[in-house]
C-alpha cells in the first residue's frame, strides 16, 4: 500500500518539516497541536524528545479520521548536560552561539507516528553529533543579523546560514534540519507502506 493512500496529519508548525516531508512525495495535512511543551519528568534526552513529540501527536489525535495517520516530531540541542531551547532573545540567541562555538554538541530529533489503520504507534529518536567552528563575536552578530536563529533550537539552522559554521557533522544530517526522514522511511517500510 502506497502511504499517500493514507489521511495524514502532520502536527507540526514547522516549515523545516514540512519541507522535508514534502521532498520525499508525502501528501498531508498541516495541523500544529496547541500545547505548552513539557518535559514530563524525563532523564534521558531520548526521552524527553520522544515524549514531547507524543504530546504533540496526542494532542491532536480528536481531529483524525480512524484509518488516518499522525505523524509528530521535536528537536534538542543538548550541549554539557544542558538543552538549548529556542532562544528568548537576541541576547539569548548570541550566548547561545558562543556556547556551540568551537565545541561538539548532540542533536535530539524525535519521530512519533500513530497510524489509526494499522493501530500501530511508533516512537523513536535519533542522535546526531555536530561540531561548531570556533566564532568570532563579528560572525555571531552578522549572523543575528540573517534572523534565522530566533525560532530554531540551539539558535542556527543548519540548511541556511548557519551551514557556514559546520565543521562535522556525525549522524542524520536530516535530524538536525528538523525531521528524521530515513528513520521515519525505514519504519514505514516495517508497516507495509511504499512511500
Given at each position: 500500500?502506497?502511504?499517500?493512500?493514507?489521511?495524514?496529519?502532520?502536527?507540526?508548525?514547522?516549515?523545516?518539516?514540512?519541507?522535508?516531508?514534502?521532498?520525499?512525495?508525502?501528501?498531508?495535512?498541516?495541523?500544529?497541536?496547541?500545547?505548552?511543551?513539557?518535559?514530563?519528568?524525563?532523564?534521558?534526552f531520548?526521552?524527553?524528545?520522544?515524549?514531547?513529540?507524543?504530546?504533540?501527536?496526542?494532542?491532536?489525535?480528536?481531529?483524525?479520521?480512524?484509518?488516518?495517520?499522525?505523524?509528530?516530531?521535536?528537536?534538542?540541542?543538548?550541549?554539557?548536560?544542558?538543552i538549548?531551547?529556542?532562544?528568548?532573545?537576541?541576547?539569548?540567541?548570541?550566548?547561545?552561539?558562543?556556547?556551540?562555538?568551537?565545541?561538539?554538541?548532540?542533536?535530539?530529533?524525535?519521530?512519533?507516528?500513530?497510524?489509526?489503520?494499522?493501530?500501530?504507534?511508533?516512537?523513536?529518536?535519533?542522535e546526531?553529533?555536530?561540531?561548531?567552528?570556533?566564532?568570532?563575536?563579528?560572525?555571531?552578530?552578522?549572523?543575528?543579523d540573517?534572523?534565522?536563529?530566533f525560532?530554531?533550537?540551539?539558535?542556527?539552522?543548519?540548511?541556511?546560514?548557519?551551514?557556514?559554521?559546520?565543521?562535522?557533522?556525525?549522524?542524520?544530517?536530516?535530524?538536525?534540519?528538523?525531521?528524521?526522514?530515513?528513520?521515519?522511511?525505514?519504519?514505514?517500510?516495517?508497516?507495509?507502506?511504499?512511500?
Open positions: 500500500m502506497h502511504i499517500n493512500e493514507r489521511n495524514i496529519i502532520l502536527a507540526s508548525k514547522s516549515p523545516r518539516r514540512k519541507e522535508l516531508l514534502e521532498n520525499i512525495g508525502l501528501k498531508f495535512s498541516v495541523k500544529p497541536a496547541d500545547i505548552e511543551e513539557i518535559h514530563r519528568g524525563k532523564a534521558d531520548g526521552d524527553i524528545v520522544i515524549d514531547l513529540a507524543e504530546q504533540k501527536g496526542e494532542a491532536i489525535k480528536t481531529l483524525m479520521l480512524d484509518d488516518g495517520m499522525i505523524i509528530a516530531s521535536d528537536t534538542i540541542v543538548v550541549i554539557n548536560n544542558e538549548l531551547n529556542k532562544p528568548d532573545d537576541r541576547d539569548h540567541a548570541f550566548e547561545m552561539l558562543r556556547l556551540l562555538s568551537g565545541k561538539v554538541h548532540s542533536v535530539f530529533t524525535s519521530l512519533y507516528v500513530y497510524d489509526g489503520y494499522k493501530k500501530a504507534t511508533i516512537k523513536d529518536f535519533t546526531t553529533k555536530v561540531e561548531f567552528y570556533p566564532l568570532t563575536d563579528e560572525q555571531i552578530i552578522d549572523y543575528l540573517t534572523h534565522e536563529p525560532d530554531k533550537a540551539g539558535a542556527y539552522g543548519i540548511h541556511g546560514y548557519g551551514s557556514k559554521f559546520i565543521k562535522k557533522i556525525d549522524g542524520c544530517f536530516f535530524s538536525v534540519m528538523g525531521f528524521p526522514i530515513p528513520l521515519f522511511s525505514q519504519n514505514m517500510y516495517k508497516l507495509g507502506y511504499n512511500l
